[in-house]
């Protein structure tokens, strides 16, 4: 991550707006973009580019259409490194009743589009110093999820059909699901069942992890799909991704664990 790249992203107003469009949907096409700036076809995409180029947004393709998605890692990323972990309480705090206070008055027509589909997909991309075999263990390892992953410990043997849950101190499990494919080193995927405060009821759905080289790092993928649209629980697991991941990343870059738990 470049912050330099990350401020001159953010600094531009149509930039930030393509965001919040992608927070209130995310999995956007170019046309549905279009439809919310006041601008060319062609400025768009000259936007999309450098949000791209920051890492602030992902695309993948879907038959003749890319859609683009919000990556949020960037800016926690920054968050981690300029903010005190003795104010980060307080700020996240500010920064969701300001956040809150300004959507009320975005149109509702937005919003609305926000709630149609019963389905949400998230994905995220981050860029590691490390390796594949690192990776994959930092993954699945309980002594080192501990130290990113709100401490918790992931047990499981990693055998496509068994379970996997990631338990804190006192053995309950925050998340479990089952083991839909493993490939080790390369691919991860898993049904994904939150059980904390609140989650009762919440939908299973289905997250991918999967690892590429590149060059001496590695990318990381994360594809989080079939979440509940609109629901509270969804706006937490998005924040939560982006607070582990830039946890995963320090961990492995520095060998030193970032407190995700403020």
């Known amino acids: 991550?470049?912050?330099e790249q990350v401020f001159k992203a953010l600094g531009d107003k149509s930039r930030r707006r393509l965001l919040d469009l992608l927070f209130l949907k995310d999995g956007r096409s170019l046309t549905e973009l279009e439809a919310g700036l006041p601008m060319t076809r062609f400025g768009v995409m000259k936007h999309l580019r450098v949000l791209?180029?920051?890492?602030?947004i992902t695309t993948k393709k879907r038959g003749r259409e890319t859609l683009h998605y919000l990556n949020a890692i960037p800016i926690q990323q920054v968050y981690d490194r300029w903010v005190s972990k003795y104010s980060k309480g307080w700020a996240r705090s500010l920064t969701e009743l300001k956040?809150?206070?300004?959507?009320?008055?975005?149109?509702?027509?937005e919003m609305a589009e926000a709630q149609t589909a019963d389905t949400t997909t998230h994905v995220y991309?981050?860029?590691?110093?490390?390796?594949?075999?690192?990776?994959?263990?930092a993954l699945t390892v309980g002594d080192l999820t501990e130290k990113y992953y709100y401490g918790t410990r992931v047990d499981s043997d990693w055998k496509e059909g068994s379970g996997y849950a990631y338990r804190g101190a006192d053995g309950e499990a925050l998340v479990d699901g089952s083991i839909i494919e493993s490939e080790e080193n390369k691919r991860l995927?898993?049904?994904?069942?939150?059980?904390?405060?609140?989650a009762d009821g919440y939908p299973e759905s289905t997250v991918t992890f999967e690892i590429e080289p590149v060059g001496k790092i590695c990318?990381?993928?994360?594809?989080?799909?079939?979440?509940?649209?609109?629901?509270?629980?969804t706006q937490g697991i998005f924040r939560g991704w982006s607070e582990i991941l830039s946890?995963?990343?320090?961990?492995?870059?520095t060998g030193e664990a970032l407190n995700t738990s403020a």
């Not at 791209?52 to 602030?56: D, K, N, P, R, T």
């Not at 206070?101 to 027509?109: A, K, P, Q, V």
């Not at 995927?189 to 609140?198: I, K």
């Not at 946890?247 to 870059?253: C, I, Q, R």
């Open 1 to 3: 991550m470049d912050p």
């Open 52 to 56: 791209e180029s920051a890492g602030l």
């Open 99 to 109: 956040y809150d206070l300004e959507e009320r008055t975005m149109e509702d027509n």
């Open 125 to 137: 991309q981050i860029y590691i110093r490390t390796t594949p075999e690192k990776l994959w263990q």
């Open 189 to 198: 995927v898993t049904t994904f069942n939150p059980h904390w405060q609140g």
């Open 219 to 233: 990318k990381l993928t994360l594809t989080h799909e079939k979440m509940a649209a609109g629901h509270e629980i």
């Open 247 to 253: 946890g995963l990343k320090t961990l492995l870059e």
